[in-house]
């Protein structure tokens, strides 16, 4: 039986994606967790492995092609003893345009249905599998999983029979073995839960923006501009800033932190270190005192949900990292379990593969706090927009010498100011307040941070 693989869905946020380069041609016989092809999203070029084994019997979508939307079928496999499609239906069209093959994600994350490519209207329909999988589609009696899915489920001792797929045809994937791992083992696949999901999904949606103007229809004359085409990445940054902004209330907290000391012990640590190829930054202290701060105050290392407030266990600090066309924002993980070197050289290789789109998705998302530093670029003092899941983020403005008043008297010192952007739905001032004491206590006797 003939398989459609669709675009996948990278990460939580992806909508579409741009088809990079196939490692597959068509006759080629493919395996489980074989890489047959490189999808670029809006944060990285990642590699795409098969789920069924079989024969590529046609390619849908050419590779360079970009704005594939998500569920879209991009390649037909042969199943098992099927003869592989005749070479000429590899011609079939590229990405479909808007509004006619490509599934439409409806609110709540259920795909409508639309008019099938050419080339699949000629497959026969998937047959149910015997354990009413909510219409898989499997080449076998083998269940339908993610690589990655299997591999999680085999270390955490998971029966994968017993959970109810909610990727494409069934598949059981990343969310479905976390969710599991959490104590919700997922639905019988006798039953189909996603209907209940969706109508919650339903019910919280906001109302749709008011359409946005043109700029002719502002005033502006046509002609007079040139209009660069929104890549994947901006239009990502703009729907979460936009989602962000409007409907999370938030609040900043600002205070100026002397840091001659902290200069004094960075300076201190490179000589002594250099031969060691050390070369700690003040963006590294910076991390390391944040980390030791979120745990100092474990009510400010939270998320809001909408069955409760997430207390992380640890602090994992996303650091914005400005990439072409945009920023991305890699996670040290654990950050208050590691030294100073350690953070130093995770952070230099995070941030060179960040602009290399080279991270994996685990390396961006998710995390605890948000850190965004604008000092080296000469900002005095700025407000960050939030990023969600987390509760806070901070954004660093440049060191400076400033006159201020020690024991009555006037004297120079080295002034940073740092402003706290908290989601007051699990932040509250009292609390944001404690985080930056503790965090001032750090960065103002960086010894502490040795303790």
Excluded at 116 to 133: E, F, K, M, V, Y
Excluded at 217 to 223: D, I
Aim: glycine residues 10%.
């Amino acid at each position: 039986m003939s398989i459609n693989i669709t675009m996948p869905a990278l990460s939580p946020t992806m909508e579409e994606g741009n088809l990079a380069k196939w490692l597959v041609k068509v006759g080629d016989h493919v395996e489980p967790g074989q890489v047959i092809a490189e999808i670029e999203t809006d944060k990285a070029t990642m590699e795409v492995e098969a789920v069924d084994e079989g024969v590529v019997s046609a390619i849908l979508v050419p590779e360079g092609s970009e704005g594939v939307k998500v569920n879209t079928p991009i390649a037909v496999l042969a199943g098992e003893g099927e003869a592989p499609a005749p070479a000429k239906q590899a011609k079939a069209p590229a990405s479909p345009p808007a509004g006619e093959a490509a599934p439409k994600a409806a609110e709540g994350g259920r795909a409508e249905k639309v008019a099938p490519a050419p080339s699949a209207q000629r497959l026969p329909p998937p047959t149910p599998s015997p354990q009413g999988g909510g219409g898989r589609v499997a080449s076998s009696e083998r269940l339908a999983a993610s690589p990655l899915a299997r591999r999680m489920a085999q270390a955490a001792g998971i029966d994968l029979s017993g959970l109810a797929g909610s990727g494409p045809h069934g598949r059981i994937v990343k969310r479905d073995i976390e969710g599991a791992m959490q104590g919700s083992s997922g639905a019988p696949r006798t039953e189909r839960a996603a209907p209940a999901a969706e109508s919650r999904a339903l019910a919280i949606s906001p109302p749709a923006p008011a359409p946005v103007k043109s700029l002719e229809q502002m005033g502006v004359a046509a002609g007079s501009y040139d209009l660069v085409p929104l890549d994947l990445m901006r239009k990502t940054i703009a729907r979460r800033m936009t989602d962000s902004f409007r409907d999370i209330p938030h609040f900043p907290l600002t205070i100026d932190l002397e840091i001659d000391k902290l200069l004094a012990a960075r300076g201190d640590i490179n000589k002594r270190f250099a031969d060691q190829g050390v070369k700690v930054s003040v963006n590294d202290m910076i991390i390391k005192a944040c980390a030791l701060a979120l745990i100092r105050t474990p009510a400010a290392n939270a998320s809001y949900t909408p069955e409760g407030i997430a207390m992380h266990h640890h602090a994992d600090v996303a650091v914005a990292v400005a990439i072409p066309g945009g920023l991305i924002t890699p996670i040290v993980r654990a950050a208050e379990t590691k030294g100073l070197a350690q953070i130093s050289a995770e952070m230099a290789d995070l941030a060179e593969r960040a602009r290399t789109k080279k991270l994996k998705p685990e390396e961006y998302q998710g995390g605890t706090f948000s850190l965004s530093n604008m000092g080296m670029l000469g900002i005095k003092t700025f407000s960050s927009i939030l990023n969600e899941p987390h509760g806070m983020i901070m954004s660093v403005g440049s060191g400076e010498k400033r006159p201020i008043v020690k024991n009555d008297a006037l004297a120079i010192a080295t002034i940073m100011s740092v402003t706290l952007t908290c989601d007051h739905r699990v932040v509250d001032g009292a609390i944001g307040a404690a985080f930056l004491k503790a965090f001032r206590g750090f960065i103002e006797d960086p010894m502490s941070m040795l303790l």
